[in-house]
């Protein structure tokens, strides 16, 4: 019911229902006429911007599909965030994984084969929460935890020696290592 009806206990009497309740005889046949043909190019031309926004959208967005055995990283929830992960604050995870797709469950739905740490997770997820992995050499994933100091440091170790570079100058040779370290890519050797 609208709240026109509910408050006068009638249907409102607008240009759309002159000619269904007989006003035609009092306002004249080429008044309702012409309120008919205003509200059909108004209808018209709300479809057509409503067409026209459409596909301008389908444009840019595009179906994801995966393949069993394909890698994704899984979004994490906001509110599942702090209680599984147990990071929570700026140190906040955004992704997790990759894990390996199991199977499709239906249209949008894939199973994924994640580690017995998640417990009473659901391995089932929509294919909003899925981004695609892209297999990279250099990405280096650890799987262990980093073990945080009360003042959120942690012991930096080095894993592997990339580059070794002797400069000369006047008097004396100085030797600098590129060292890559424990928990940082190759964009964080130093």
Same mark, same amino acid.
């Given at each position: ?74 979004? @994490? ?6 209680? *599984?992960?147990? %990071? +929570?604050?700026?140190? /906040? ?72 570079? @002797? ?6 040779? *100085?030797?600098? %290592? +590129?060292?890559?370290? /424990? ?8």
């Amino acid at each position: 019911m609208a709240p026109y009806e509910a408050l006068y206990g009638r249907k409102c009497r607008s240009p759309l229902y002159w000619d269904e309740v007989g006003e035609r005889r009092i306002l004249g046949p080429d008044s309702v006429e012409e309120m008919i043909e205003i509200v059909r190019q108004i209808r018209q031309r709300i479809k057509e911007a409503q067409d026209r926004h459409k596909s301008y959208s389908n444009v840019r967005r595009t179906d994801l599909q995966f393949n069993v055995g394909d890698k994704v990283f899984l979004t @994490v929830s906001p509110s599942k965030r702090i209680t *599984i992960f147990g %990071v +929570k604050g700026k140190l /906040k995870l955004r992704y997790v994984g990759p894990y390996e797709i199991l199977e499709n469950v239906g249209p949008v739905a894939y199973r994924l084969a994640l580690p017995p740490s998640f417990g009473n997770v659901h391995n089932v997820f929509h294919v909003s929460q899925l981004r695609k992995y892209v297999f990279d050499p250099k990405h280096i994933i650890h799987q262990e935890e980093m073990i945080l100091n009360p003042d959120l440091s942690y012991e930096e170790k080095p894993e592997a020696i990339l580059d070794r570079k @002797v400069q000369e100058l006047r008097n004396k040779a *100085i030797a600098t %290592v +590129k060292v890559l370290w /424990k928990h940082h890519g190759y964009e964080g050797a130093t």
